[in-house]
């Protein structure tokens, strides 16, 4: 959080958009306060309007979830949840209240026949946001360079000082590595879930195509691809399938 | 020194009794001082002490009191490790006249050392219904027999039955028959019993009895016994004397005449019993229980518990009560189960002897502590017992009832595993989902990717860029401190101006040789510099060749050798030179050099 408060800074540097915040602050207030009366429809209403205009952060799609779950909707709200956590990946209030919605699901699915190294690999990955990995890639280039220019200026070839250049080397490449996955999870893996009650997924796109297997609200899914209004999702269990975008919130 | 040894051998003497052996305590109490005549007095003589084996006290002899055995109790406890255990020995005192008596220090010896009571006063009164029982006798001595004869007293012993079973009870019955008054106690040898188990059966009785119409008086005395093997047992005779004042001198005496008493002599009276002959019967095999106690009688089981409810290690007490008739002491303390759950070990007992209607009973009582090792609903099973019953001939099982208890606490595992601490576990039940946040802003945008912000390239290109400089700098003054030839060729140009600029003052004071001395060491210089070489003293074909390997245009080496054909010629014959022709080779000199910094490198 320390590079963390940083970059909120330079973002907010780099939003002109912030101008046009004060209303949807005003918006956002309004909601709160309704979800605090037990109004959660209304509440949700408030908080969809500041997203409607493009907004996107940790706090609205935490609230937004947490009006969704309370008007029952289970799969919305755990989209929400996921949405809210790519901002704010160790948010103890988004992780319990996602852990409590995935309690409420139906279906419940072991991931297969994926590795535990990878498993692994990607909760690290996941469990700081894109930017935080961006900024400690940066900081360890920094040091990296400041290192090599100390080098080369002063042609202190020693051991201790080649191994910590070597050193922030090998964090450099791994830090960019991880940035580089994590921006592709959070942003070029397109995820879906599954908010209507139960629903069949298909063989194909059409509903003519033959039912594979049954799934309910709130399972989530990898979108590999979209075509004519179908999604094609592969859920964690490696099973395969076509589900309507209407069925489907993407995450 | 002498003082030293005495106090050594008083501890050599005193030490063992109180190092090695165990103490013990022992001590007399009596239900009450005061009593009439012929009413009863208990006593109880109290042993207890650690050991298993308590040492028993002699039967007390006292004076102006008839003593019979009244039966003992027996208690254990067991308390943190140590067994507590005591023995009651319970005697029946029966005053035989009225005055103040003491009852004397009772000892009894253990392990070397003596051990005594205190005194106890006891009150004598005239007994209050002695004045009836008197006149009854009176009545009985009216009818008079003065004379002295052996049917004035004689004894018998009965038995209540002739075929008995092992451990059974049987009754003995002595009976003195007395047709005139005695004033003294007469002696008594209880039979010979041997292979029985003895136990008095107190209190004598006395009463008024016809036997071929003549009145007796009746002192009676019962004894159980219990056979402990089969086969055919004789109870020996019983004797009783008399001694012979009470036989001689009944005539010159009234009822109250005993102050004469000790006035004649004469023989003392042996009346003997006749043995008796008994069957023991072996408890029958048939029908007998495997887990078979040895316990003959009949008997009632029951068992409590302490409480339904309790924490891990505390123990839970089960009491099995055996209570009926029957030897008591010989009751085998019933079978323990074996629980996976409890530790459970047996945790004290006691007995209590009854004599009630010359039957040998009681009640014996076993605890046993279950102690749970971890928490949850458990039931322990019932105690069972068995006994024969002679008086149908059968065996019986006795069963006692099963408890279900609830334990609560922490096992003994988890103990362990928390090392000793006891702590309670909070768990989280959520019912809920947890609340919104409020209070932080919900409108800024989070949504932008540093990555692909300009802003990432310029910080991560500032400090690559940083190095390039650094290291061109580097390199540059590297080059500048190690290579020569590089510094030469930096420093070319430079040199040649100065050089020109020497020409230039020579040009305005008009020293043509000087000048074109000037000119022509700035040339070679140059060339020297740029090259890396020593032009000085190279011939014209030397240098067209190295103006050739670095590619020189042909016009600038013409217009070199050009120069340095001037340059030659004004210094030998200076004086055809004018300032115009020497201000024209010095801009020529310039624009020579100029030039080949532009084509040659």
Known sequence: MRFGSLLILICLALASVAQASD?????????????QQGDYTGALENY???????????VLHYNIGNSYFKTGQLGEAIASYHKALRFDPRNDDIRANLRFAKQQMIDKIDPTAVSPLWMWYKSLVLNYTANEWAVMSSVLLFLLLFMLIYIVWTRNRQFVVKSIAVGLLILFVCSGICTGVNVRLNFYSPRGAIVVPEVSIKAGPGEDFGEQFVAHEGLTFDILKQESGWYLGV???????????SDAAKI | MRLLRIVAIVMLIVAPATLFGGEISFSADVNTTEAAVSEPITLELTVSGSEQNLPEPASPDIDGFDVFGAGRSQQFSFVNGVTQSSVIHRFMLVPRQEGSFTIPPMELRYEGKTYSTKPIKITVTQAASSGNRQSQRSTGQSSGRRESSSDDYFVETVVDK???YVNEQLTLTFRFYQGKRLFSQPEYNAPSATGFWV?????QKNYYKTVKGRDYYVAEVKTGLFPTSPGVKTIGEAVLTLKGEDITSIFDRDFFGFFDRGRSQSKPMRLATRPIEVVVLPLPADGKPADYSGSVGRFKMSTSIDKFEVEVNQPVTVTIKLSGTGNIKTLAEPAIPDLEDFRVFSSGKSENVSKAGYVVGGSKSFEVAFVPKRPGTFTIPAMSSNYFDPSDGKYKTLAGRSFDITVTGVSNEEIAAQSGRTTERMDLVATDIRYII??????????????????????NLLPIAALVIVFAVRRHRDRLAGDVGYRRLRRAVKMARVRLAQADRHLKQNEADKFYTEISRALHEYIGDK???????????QLEKLFSDHHAPENLQARFF?????????????ASHSGEKMREALKESENLIVEFEDTVK
């Open chain 1, 23 to 35: 209303a949807l602050e005003h918006d956002f207030e309004i909601a709160n306060s309704l979800y």
């Open chain 1, 48 to 58: 969809r309007k500041v997203a409607a205009s493009g907004v996107d952060n940790a």
């Open chain 1, 235 to 245: 859920f964690d269990n490696r099973l395969k399938g076509w589900i309507r975008v």
């Open chain 2, 162 to 164: 002739d075929t008995i």
């Open chain 2, 199 to 203: 136990e008095d059966l107190p209190p």
């Open chain 2, 438 to 459: 409020t209070g932080k802003s919900g409108s800024g945008d989070q949504s932008g990717l540093f990555v692909f912000s300009p802003l990432f390239i310029v910080v």
């Open chain 2, 531 to 541: 090259f890396n070489i020593s032009a000085h003293g190279m011939t014209r074909l």
């Open chain 2, 562 to 574: 050009e120069i340095v054909a001037t340059c030659d010629e004004g210094r030998f014959s200076p």
